[in-house]
């Protein structure tokens, strides 16, 4: 008597069909989601005091870098060149920098815009409670978040700075202006603060830090 072994053989569809009902149940998907979702929410909470402090930065750089290269740029075209903080006619947090052409025929040009800055939206000039009366440089009292002042006791509103071909920092009537730019995220801890100071005389630019030094809200040159 002779064995006779029979071999099945299926179509390679319905092999496919049957691994395809191997996969993950609705339940599985619904738990594997909450936990991606669970896992997002926690690194955004952890990353979002990162985040704001590089807000801050980047507020901090751009109105350093707009002083400084005007400052440079009315140095090196022999020109006065001016920075006005939060002009009238733009989004607040700009930076507008201005040519002060030479006269013609004996008659004073009108200013020309030379570019415009911009700090992130979630960034203001501003001052919070808390900040310490010891300014930046001696330069008011930490009340004022766009404190400029000439030399002939006057507050300069709205805030501008002059810079000269010598370099120095002037106002338009040509009196040496000191002055202070703060730069805040309102809800965010002070200490996360920054502020550019401009010392008239000789336009020095400097930036600052607020830390908390023996327990005291300090500014802290960078």
């Given at each position: 008597m002779t064995n006779t072994r029979r071999y099945v053989t299926y179509p390679r569809n319905e092999l496919m069909a049957s691994r395809n009902h191997n996969g993950f149940s609705l339940l599985e998907l619904m738990i594997t989601i909450s936990?991606?979702?669970?896992?997002?929410?926690?690194?955004?909470v952890t990353l979002q005091p990162?985040?704001?402090?590089?807000?801050?930065?980047?507020?901090?750089?751009?109105?350093?870098?707009?002083?400084r290269n005007t400052r440079n740029l009315a140095i090196t075209q022999s020109h006065e060149y001016y920075v006005n903080f939060n002009p009238g006619g733009f989004p607040a947090g700009t930076i507008q920098v201005e040519y002060q052409p030479g006269p013609v025929g004996g008659i004073a040009q009108p200013l020309q815009q030379v570019i415009t800055y911009s700090i992130p939206t979630d960034i203001s000039f501003a001052v919070q409670a808390g900040f310490p009366a010891n300014a930046p440089d001696g330069f008011g009292t930490g009340v004022t978040a766009l404190d400029f002042e000439s030399t002939a006791g006057v507050p300069l509103v709205p805030p501008y700075v002059v810079f000269l071909p010598d370099g120095s920092a002037q106002d338009n009537l040509g009196n040496y202006c000191n002055g202070v730019v703060y730069?805040?995220?309102?809800?965010?801890?002070?200490?996360?603060?920054?502020?550019?100071?401009?010392?008239?005389?000789?336009?020095?630019?400097?930036?600052?830090?607020?830390?908390?030094?023996?327990?005291?809200?300090?500014?802290?040159?960078q």
């Open positions: 936990i991606a979702l669970i896992m997002v929410g926690v690194t955004f990162t985040l704001n402090q590089n807000h801050v930065n980047s507020a901090y750089d751009t109105t350093l870098m707009a002083l730069l805040t995220r309102t809800g965010s801890p002070i200490y996360s603060s920054k502020a550019i100071t401009v010392w008239g005389a000789t336009g020095r630019i400097r930036g600052w830090s607020l830390n908390n030094v023996a327990g005291a809200a300090t500014w802290v040159q």
